[in-house]
């Protein structure tokens, strides 16, 4: 069954809004009262055509829950999804499949996120067959195009995943989201589990495809440095709700929330001359079940007073572009 | 060997570990594949000496190695000597060797949950180790560990004590590890990746408390990470490798201000920084890449194993391998073209 794919339009490829996602925790036999993890919590944005909107937080603050559910990998509880203008958050999988052929995921760890026993051709090769895009003749010329887009040789399509190195590995990940021309690919993490050396190979290529193709990114992860170097605009996350979002350069030169500025001040920078102020943060997150009351970053936050602990700072703009979830900015 | 006066090396203590000519193999299906070729160093009291380079370059194998837990088979420390003090470690029977580590040399680990015992209380561990290496009583010992643990920066050590390692936060189990490696006050602290597992906050917080409890125990630490930020911003001294062997060796300002081996620039290049942006320099930048992967250690060339991956390669780069020689007092490469590499990093502008 092949369904044609919606147009690109004019608009953002992605709307998301208000988006929230629960998870129940199951009670265990002798633990605590079942919970409610407030994995995503009223997360809303827009990404552009050839937009790259990086997502960034430690673990736990539900920015890969974010990827996962704007691809309806995973059910949202709240909110809306809208994929180049079409409100995809209730599709069922039939009427979702042209606008899964849209956008694509980019996974973290290249090794446990291919089939070991398919053949490289086969694993770039298997959306095309899965969505009856082309007869097997076609299919193979589109798989040694994909190949040598991404740097693959073509005498590599019959290998399998375990004879290429971990750069390779993540090539053949890219060449397998970009088979079906999508507008929209989901990066979680692509390149922390590179050596260095391999990661400025794998984010360049990132950046030529998405200037050769037009494509959106929604770039997660923990780096930051990473982030600000591939994004045009960044979000901040913390245990399920954006703090700070702004145009990239805005946000790293002018953080205003207080915990965007402690991340960027423990990012630890590779000039041994560079004396740093630190702020950094004291204890560890809060747990998302038990969230700290008022703003959920108050029991670490060096600058909270008593408001913070109560009331919930919303997310509004303070210059163009450039939105904060704080009290005292 | 003259050890007064090298420049970065001068306001530290004595040599408190000299590895030398440490040479370990792992036999694998493909051949012997050499993991450590050569590799010595010293560390002093109270220095730390960040140890740097990509995955299978035998950075953690030379820590394994010195502390004799190499697992043979399929692991071979064939040659080399690792002084502390008067003693080589590589000599010692494995009952000594095991008083020496925990006790006058320990090490930490980049997942702590994996060498932290799942069923017993993070107290109870750190008081094992205690009394196993000064024999005092239950009691003492526990006291001790949580002392330990307060030290470390838990909060509420007492009550953490008798909790277990999946109670605590990935943060913290790396602390109590961290508390359980200094309780006998070791001369020499290895820590492997000690933050790569950890949230960018917590791992400035472990870094900190690292560099912390060295200044006040004056422990010498070897600290191996891929992570240059993290050598930029805690190692004194940097040892780089490449497949086995070491490349080059500088303190921290000359390694990152002039590097000599075209790998080390490499690496340099190829990390993106927040700096740029901060500085206000231009926007769209492409990062420097470096070519190919790093080749298997059963199948390496004759010659210099990055020159299949280098741009100043030579005929001379492939066919004979180039000694591990003095560039300057204090900064040593080996590389053929370790001249041209400072004139083209002058011409690059670096």
């Given at each position: 069954m092949t369904g044609a794919a919606p147009p690109a339009g004019v608009g953002p490829v992605l709307e998301v809004d208000g988006l929230r996602k629960y998870f129940v925790s199951p009670r265990r036999l002798l633990g605590p009262q079942a919970g409610v993890v407030?994995?995503?919590?009223?997360?809303?944005?827009?990404?552009?055509?050839?937009?790259?909107?990086?997502?960034?937080?430690?673990?736990?603050?539900?920015?890969?829950?974010?990827?996962?559910?704007?691809?309806?990998?995973?059910?949202?509880?709240?909110?809306?999804?809208?994929?180049?203008?079409?409100?995809?958050?209730?599709?069922?999988?039939?009427?979702?499949?042209?606008?899964?052929?849209?956008?694509?995921?980019?996974?973290?760890?290249?090794?446990?996120?291919?089939?070991?026993r398919m053949t490289a051709g086969d694993i770039a090769g298997e959306l095309l067959g899965v969505h009856g895009v082309s007869s097997r003749a076609e299919r193979h010329e589109r798989v040694a195009e994909l190949f040598s887009r991404v740097?693959?040789?073509?005498?590599?399509?019959?290998?399998?995943?375990h004879e290429f190195s971990g750069g390779q590995r993540q090539r053949l990940g890219i060449a397998r989201a970009l088979s079906l021309q999508p507008s929209l690919i989901v990066c979680d993490e692509p390149v922390s589990a590179l050596d260095v050396s391999i990661q400025?190979?794998?984010?360049?290529?990132?950046?030529?495809?998405?200037?050769?193709?037009?494509?959106?990114?929604?770039?997660?992860?923990?780096?930051?440095?990473?982030?600000?170097?591939?994004?045009?605009?960044?979000?901040?996350?913390?245990?399920?709700?954006?703090?700070?979002?702004?145009?990239?350069r805005e946000l790293f030169a002018n953080p205003l929330h207080p915990y965007t500025e402690s991340l960027l001040d423990a990012v630890p920078v590779p000039d041994p001359r560079r004396v740093r102020r630190r702020r950094i943060v004291r204890g560890d997150v809060p747990s998302p079940i038990d969230r700290p009351s008022g703003c959920h970053f108050h029991t670490r936050c060096p600058y909270a007073v008593e408001r913070c602990r109560h009331e919930d700072p919303a997310l509004r703009e303070v210059a163009p572009g450039h939105r904060v979830a704080c009290h005292l900015r | 060997m003259d050890q007064a006066g090298t420049p970065g090396t001068s306001g530290f203590g004595d040599v408190v570990l000299e590895v030398d000519d440490l040479v370990t193999t792992f036999r694998t299906p493909d051949g012997v594949a050499p993991a450590v070729d050569g590799v010595s160093f010293e560390v002093r009291a109270g220095e730390t000496l960040g140890v740097v380079g990509e995955s299978g370059c035998g950075k953690s194998v030379?820590?394994?190695?010195?502390?004799?837990?190499?697992?043979?088979?399929?692991?071979?420390v064939e040659r080399g000597t690792a002084l502390l003090g008067d003693r080589d470690l590589l000599a010692l029977p494995e009952r000594t060797l095991a008083d020496v580590r925990g006790n006058e040399i320990a090490m930490i680990f980049q997942e702590p949950m994996t060498s932290l015992n799942p069923?017993?209380?993070?107290?109870?561990?750190?008081?094992?180790?205690?009394?196993?290496?000064?024999?005092?009583?239950?009691?003492?010992?526990?006291?001790?560990?949580?002392?330990?643990?307060?030290?470390?920066?838990?909060?509420?050590?007492?009550?953490?004590?008798?909790?277990?390692?999946?109670?605590?936060?990935?943060?913290?189990?790396?602390?109590?590890?961290?508390?359980?490696?200094?309780?006998?006050?070791?001369?020499?602290l290895i820590a492997d990746e000690p933050t790569t597992a950890l949230d960018v906050t917590i791992q400035a917080q472990v870094l900190d408390l690292i560099r912390e409890l060295q200044g006040r125990l004056g422990t010498a630490v070897i600290l191996i990470t891929h992570d240059l930020g993290v050598i930029a911003e805690t190692a004194h001294r940097v040892v780089v490798m490449y497949a086995g062997r070491k490349v080059e060796e500088a303190d921290v300002t000359t390694l990152f201000d002039a590097p000599r081996h075209p790998y080390t620039r490499g690496l340099l290049a190829s990390v993106p920084t927040l700096d740029a942006l901060r500085d206000g320099a231009a926007g769209e930048r492409r990062l420097a890449e470096i070519p190919g992967v790093v080749p298997k250690l059963t199948g390496l060339p004759d010659g210099c194993a990055f020159a299949p991956r280098c741009p100043l390669a030579d005929g001379r780069c492939a066919s004979t391998r180039p000694a591990f020689e003095e560039q300057r007092p204090g900064h040593s490469a080996a590389c053929w073209h370790a001249h041209t590499a400072r004139e083209a990093a002058r011409e690059a502008g670096q």
């Open positions: 407030h994995a995503v919590d009223g997360v809303s944005f827009t990404i552009e055509a050839r937009e790259t909107l990086g997502l960034v937080g430690e673990s736990g603050c539900g920015k890969s829950t974010v990827g996962r559910t704007v691809l309806r990998l995973l059910k949202p509880t709240d909110g809306t999804i809208r994929l180049l203008g079409d409100d995809i958050t209730r599709l069922e999988s039939r009427a979702l499949r042209p606008y899964r052929r849209r956008m694509q995921i980019i996974f973290q760890d290249p090794y446990s996120s291919l089939d070991p740097g693959l040789r073509r005498d590599q399509i019959g290998n399998y995943p400025a190979q794998v984010i360049n290529l990132l950046m030529d495809l998405q200037a050769e193709y037009g494509l959106s990114y929604l770039f997660i992860a923990h780096d930051l440095a990473v982030v600000e170097h591939i994004s045009h605009r960044v979000a901040v996350m913390y245990l399920g709700r954006i703090v700070e979002f702004a145009d990239k | 030379t820590a394994l190695s010195i502390l004799g837990l190499v697992p043979s088979p399929p692991g071979c069923v017993l209380t993070v107290g109870y561990q750190i008081a094992e180790t205690v009394r196993r290496h000064d024999g005092g009583t239950r009691p003492g010992a526990m006291r001790r560990a949580v002392e330990m643990l307060d030290l470390v920066g838990i909060p509420e050590a007492q009550r953490r004590a008798r909790e277990y390692p999946h109670q605590l936060s990935g943060g913290m189990r790396q602390r109590a590890m961290i508390a359980m490696a200094l309780s006998c006050e070791p001369k020499v």
